[in-house]
């Protein structure tokens, strides 16, 4: 399937809601896609803005400052230590990587690519582009043969689903049985609300307990959109197997694929402070705790979200119906059927507004109670 047979981009189908929600008396309330709202941290973009004579080309590789950042990141906050240099490569956002990984590991027709069955549609499209059939399944003893790539997405976009250490040895067993790579998408990981990860790091793929020391085949990838509101900056990376991370260097030299020095400077100075970390994710508790109890009391249940920035929501009907009475009380939400087919009952509402706007829609939604 080539890029100009790939289906209508979906956010389309939400213009005539988003309509809808303005004509409400006091403004729309957007809680459909996850872009934050709260200002990049002054650090950052004072570092951005000192690096700006940035008249040479950056190197695809990442300069050694950033890539010892995200080294030292990954030992400080996900608990994976011994990375070097040659495990770890910037990215220009992780959306690329994720649509762009089955190409660049030369996947074709005949290839399969798993990804969750609540999955951000990005996996999916990637396995399109190049003729590889995606499959969508959760569970690893599923996962069929010929499977080249496995996407796992923890904590999940969008349903907040954490993968424990236990999980994440039985995805890496069985893709080592089937002689496939396996990527973890963990851009939430600094977002956890409920037990245990309101009181412990979400685990990566690339932790010892998951690896036993051996890294191959297995790629992290991670984003400073969420948890620094970078997502204007493209700022991401991934990080794993040495012999993997350098097949994909070399296809990224020769496709142009360079982060601008600027930003690669900001993203250095981001990973290496917590405490603007720490604030976002207290700015995202409170609208949580504002909007969670609104939801549930309007006799609303909500899934999993355990962990990361939306809250996964069904009224027990058509997700389209539970869109529009959204868009009636103002608010814009994101049908489940974006995330697949089995959740035609869903809705997703991210965090990613203000804390007024969050407070108007849980006004709005005690209203249906």
């Not at 790539?149 to 890496?172: E, H, K, M, Q, T």
């Not at 085949?217 to 948890?227: A, M, R």
Request: glycine fraction near 8%; aromatic fraction near 6%.
């Amino acid at each position: 399937m080539g890029v100009a047979e790939l289906a209508d981009y979906p956010w389309d189908a939400m213009v005539p809601f988003a309509e809808r929600a303005r004509q409400h008396p006091d403004g729309i309330v957007d809680l459909s896609i996850g872009s934050p709202v709260d200002p990049t941290p002054p650090l950052i973009a004072a570092a951005l803005a000192g690096a700006t004579d940035a008249h040479a080309y950056p190197q695809t590789i990442g300069t050694p400052l950033l890539r010892e950042a995200i080294v030292d990141w990954y030992e400080r906050r996900r608990s994976v230590p011994g990375l070097g240099v040659e495990n770890v490569l910037p990215t220009i956002g992780s959306k690329e990587l994720v649509a762009l990984l089955p190409l660049l590991l030369d996947l074709g027709p005949g290839d399969t690519v798993v990804h969750p069955v609540a999955a951000y549609p990005t996996y999916e499209v990637g396995a399109r582009v190049v003729g590889a059939t995606p499959v969508a399944a959760d569970d690893p003893a599923t996962w069929p043969a010929g499977t080249k790539l496995i996407w796992i997405n923890s904590p999940g976009n969008p349903n907040g689903a954490v993968l424990d250490v236990a999980g994440l040895r039985a995805a890496r067993a069985r893709a080592r049985e089937l002689g496939a790579v396996l990527a973890s998408d963990e851009c939430y990981a600094e977002l956890g609300w409920d037990a245990p990860w309101d009181r412990e790091p979400v685990p990566s793929v690339l932790d010892p307990r998951v690896t036993e020391g051996d890294l191959e085949s297995l790629l992290s990838v991670y984003s400073l959109s969420k948890q620094s509101n970078l997502a204007g900056y493209r700022a991401a990376f991934l990080a794993g197997d040495a012999a993997l991370v350098g097949r994909l260097l070399t296809a990224r030299k020769h496709l142009g694929l360079m982060l601008p020095a600027p930003v690669q400077a900001a993203m250095a100075v981001a990973l290496a402070d917590d405490a603007h970390v720490a604030h976002q994710k207290e700015l995202y508790r409170d609208r949580r705790d504002i909007l969670r109890p609104a939801i549930e009391a309007a006799g609303l249940r909500i899934d999993r979200s355990e962990a990361g920035l939306y809250l996964w929501v069904t009224a027990g009907e058509d997700a389209w119906q539970t869109v529009a009475r959204f868009a009636d009380a103002g608010i814009l939400v994101g049908p489940g059927v974006f995330y697949g087919e089995g959740h035609a009952q869903h809705v997703r509402l991210s965090l990613t507004a203000s804390d007024e706007r969050i407070a108007a829609a849980a006004q709005r939604i005690a209203a249906w109670s």
